[in-house]
Protein backbone atom coordinates (compact mmCIF):
# COMPACT_ATOMS: atom_id res chain seq x y z
CA UNK A 1 0.00 0.00 0.00
CA UNK A 2 0.85 3.16 -0.94
CA UNK A 3 1.42 5.94 1.34
CA UNK A 4 3.14 9.39 1.37
CA UNK A 5 4.20 11.59 4.36
CA UNK A 6 5.28 15.04 3.64
CA UNK A 7 7.21 17.59 6.52
CA UNK A 8 9.02 20.36 6.36
CA UNK A 9 6.57 23.23 6.23
CA UNK A 10 7.01 26.11 8.57
CA UNK A 11 6.06 30.03 8.82
CA UNK A 12 8.92 32.00 7.07
CA UNK A 13 9.74 35.35 5.81
CA UNK A 14 9.33 36.50 2.16
CA UNK A 15 12.51 36.11 0.37
CA UNK A 16 13.31 32.90 2.61
CA UNK A 17 13.57 28.95 1.93
CA UNK A 18 12.20 26.15 3.23
CA UNK A 19 12.67 22.32 1.96
CA UNK A 20 10.01 20.06 2.32
CA UNK A 21 10.08 16.07 2.60
CA UNK A 22 7.92 13.38 1.25
CA UNK A 23 8.45 9.83 2.54
CA UNK A 24 6.99 6.90 0.71
CA UNK A 25 6.36 3.84 1.63
CA UNK A 26 4.88 0.64 -0.43
CA UNK A 27 6.67 1.36 -3.73
CA UNK A 28 9.68 2.48 -5.67
CA UNK A 29 10.18 5.66 -7.10
CA UNK A 30 10.73 3.87 -10.30
CA UNK A 31 8.10 3.75 -13.10
CA UNK A 32 6.16 6.06 -10.28
CA UNK A 33 4.43 9.81 -11.37
CA UNK A 34 5.01 12.12 -8.32
CA UNK A 35 4.39 15.61 -7.58
CA UNK A 36 3.59 18.05 -5.32
CA UNK A 37 0.72 20.21 -5.44
CA UNK A 38 -0.45 23.31 -2.94
CA UNK A 39 -3.67 24.66 -1.90
CA UNK A 40 -4.25 27.79 -0.37
CA UNK A 41 -8.09 28.64 1.43
CA UNK A 42 -10.57 29.79 -1.00
CA UNK A 43 -8.39 28.92 -4.58
CA UNK A 44 -7.86 25.65 -6.69
CA UNK A 45 -5.48 23.27 -5.81
CA UNK A 46 -2.22 23.88 -8.33
CA UNK A 47 0.92 21.34 -9.48
CA UNK A 48 3.91 23.17 -8.40
CA UNK A 49 6.27 20.42 -9.86
CA UNK A 50 6.13 16.83 -11.51
CA UNK A 51 8.00 14.41 -12.45
CA UNK A 52 7.83 10.72 -13.97
CA UNK A 53 10.83 8.18 -12.29
CA UNK A 54 13.49 9.31 -10.51
CA UNK A 55 16.24 11.31 -12.01
CA UNK A 56 13.91 12.69 -14.76
CA UNK A 57 13.85 16.56 -14.97
CA UNK A 58 10.46 17.44 -13.52
CA UNK A 59 8.30 19.95 -15.11
CA UNK A 60 7.16 23.02 -13.20
CA UNK A 61 4.30 25.45 -13.10
CA UNK A 62 5.08 28.81 -14.65
CA UNK A 63 4.32 30.45 -11.26
CA UNK A 64 7.37 28.61 -9.24
CA UNK A 65 9.32 28.42 -12.05
CA UNK A 66 12.88 29.38 -11.23
CA UNK A 67 12.30 29.02 -7.33
CA UNK A 68 11.16 25.77 -6.65
CA UNK A 69 13.39 22.65 -7.58
CA UNK A 70 12.22 19.00 -6.98
CA UNK A 71 15.23 16.80 -5.70
CA UNK A 72 15.34 13.35 -5.13
CA UNK A 73 16.87 10.86 -3.45
CA UNK A 74 15.95 7.06 -4.27
CA UNK A 75 17.74 5.48 -1.74
CA UNK A 76 15.86 7.08 1.35
CA UNK A 77 12.55 7.04 -1.14
CA UNK A 78 12.37 10.67 -0.71
CA UNK A 79 11.02 13.39 -2.86
CA UNK A 80 11.65 17.03 -1.67
CA UNK A 81 10.50 20.49 -2.47
CA UNK A 82 13.09 22.57 -2.29
CA UNK A 83 11.51 26.61 -2.02
CA UNK A 84 13.53 29.81 -2.66
CA UNK A 85 12.64 32.90 -2.94
CA UNK A 86 9.46 32.60 -1.06
CA UNK A 87 6.97 34.86 -1.60
CA UNK A 88 3.35 35.70 0.49
CA UNK A 89 1.59 34.16 -2.37
CA UNK A 90 3.27 30.76 -2.04
CA UNK A 91 1.82 30.37 1.37
CA UNK A 92 -0.53 27.34 1.17
CA UNK A 93 -0.67 23.97 2.07
CA UNK A 94 1.22 21.42 -0.04
CA UNK A 95 1.32 17.85 -0.35
CA UNK A 96 2.51 15.16 -2.57
CA UNK A 97 1.26 12.98 -5.07
CA UNK A 98 1.94 9.84 -6.68
CA UNK A 99 0.49 7.09 -9.18
CA UNK A 100 1.63 4.26 -11.45
CA UNK A 101 1.51 5.78 -14.55
CA UNK A 102 2.66 5.17 -18.21
CA UNK A 103 5.60 8.67 -19.02
CA UNK A 104 2.96 9.94 -21.33
CA UNK A 105 0.01 9.88 -18.89
CA UNK A 106 2.34 11.63 -16.02
CA UNK A 107 1.20 15.55 -15.95
CA UNK A 108 -0.87 17.28 -12.83
CA UNK A 109 -4.61 16.60 -14.27
CA UNK A 110 -3.72 12.91 -14.26
CA UNK A 111 -2.34 12.27 -11.02
CA UNK A 112 -4.82 14.89 -8.96
CA UNK A 113 -7.50 12.61 -10.30
CA UNK A 114 -5.92 9.48 -9.56
CA UNK A 115 -2.75 9.66 -7.42
CA UNK A 116 -2.36 8.85 -4.02
CA UNK A 117 -1.57 11.71 -1.39
CA UNK A 118 -0.44 12.77 1.94
CA UNK A 119 -2.02 14.50 4.35
CA UNK A 120 -0.14 18.04 3.77
CA UNK A 121 2.33 20.59 5.62
CA UNK A 122 1.62 23.84 6.08
CA UNK A 123 3.79 26.79 4.53
CA UNK A 124 3.25 30.33 5.39
CA UNK A 125 4.99 33.44 3.94
CA UNK A 126 4.97 36.53 5.99
CA UNK A 127 5.48 39.80 4.07
Known amino acids: QVQLVESGGDSVQAGGSLRLSCAAS????????MAWFRQAPGKEREGVGV????????TYAESVGGRFTVPQDETRNTLYLQMDGLKPEDTAMYYC????????????????????RGQGTQVTVAS
Open 51 to 58: LFDCGNIP
Open 97 to 116: AAAHLSPNDCDFATLARIGV
Open 26 to 33: GYSFSRYC
